[in-house]
């Protein structure tokens, strides 16, 4: 079993909807999470990182449920330029090189 | 505002040759990472610098080698390149501590023939 998982994807939503993407890390110990979007053949660019209280960003919404061990990032409204691949991505403790990157899950926003 | 500065941008080798991937960032961070990312599959460590003369290895450092040359520059070396080293190559940054995201340059596309 991978240490980070997401939906397999791809998702393909008509503009306006709203869309959700579930992760899931098997350490328990994972510290800190963050949300990363990747355009095609483009660098990941961190979207938000994710609190344990929940945060939101204008459209985005993340959660953490610690006790089962996932994250959730929610798109309200989806617009066109959302089409990406979106990548969960954990850190298994404080220090910086163990951060683990899940394999993504693929949005397509059509017209 | 460049960030984290990758070079080159895609290069084509033959198997047995040796090149160096640049990263250069001006964001006064302390630690520096490689990662390759291949298709299906997440971005894996290669190696890591925690701080200016540190490095370390990650998930995937066979074959590899690397630099920290001063706070702003970590380089990538492949001493005699494989075709399994067919890749995108990202290179990120970020304060020291996992807790701080990293920042990402925007990848070398290298292909081993």
């Known amino acids: 079993r991978k240490e980070v998982e997401q939906d397999p994807g791809p998702f393909n939503v008509p503009e306006g909807a709203t869309v959700a993407f579930n992760c899931t890390y098997s350490n328990s110990a994972s510290q800190s999470f963050f949300w990363y979007r990747q355009d095609c053949r483009k660098e990941p660019k961190l979207l938000m990182s994710?609190?344990?209280s929940g945060n939101e960003d204008g459209r985005f919404t993340a959660q953490l449920n610690r006790a089962s061990q996932y994250i959730s990032l929610l798109i309200r409204d989806s617009k066109l330029s959302d089409s990406a691949t979106y990548l969960c991505?954990?850190?298994?403790?404080?220090?910086?090189?163990?951060?683990?990157f899940g394999p993504g899950t693929r949005l397509s926003v059509l017209p | 505002n460049a960030g984290v500065t990758q070079t080159p941008k895609f290069q084509v080798l033959k198997t047995g040759q040796s090149m160096t991937l640049q990263c250069a960032q001006d964001?006064?961070?302390?630690?520096m990472y490689w990662y390759r990312q291949d298709p299906g599959m997440g971005l894996r460590l290669i190696y890591y610098s925690a701080s200016e003369g540190t490095t370390d290895k990650g998930e995937v450092p066979n074959g590899y080698n690397v630099s920290r040359l001063n706070k702003r520059e970590f380089s990538l070396r492949l001493e005699s390149a494989a075709p399994s080293q067919t890749s995108v190559y990202f290179c990120?940054?970020?304060?020291?501590?996992?807790?701080?995201?990293?920042?990402f340059g925007d990848g070398t596309r290298l292909s081993i023939l």
């Open positions: 990120a940054s970020s304060e020291a501590g996992g807790s701080q995201p990293q920042h």
């Open positions: 991505v954990v850190n298994r403790d404080n220090y910086g090189q163990n951060f683990v």
């Open positions: 964001m006064n961070h302390n630690s």
């Open positions: 994710v609190y344990s």
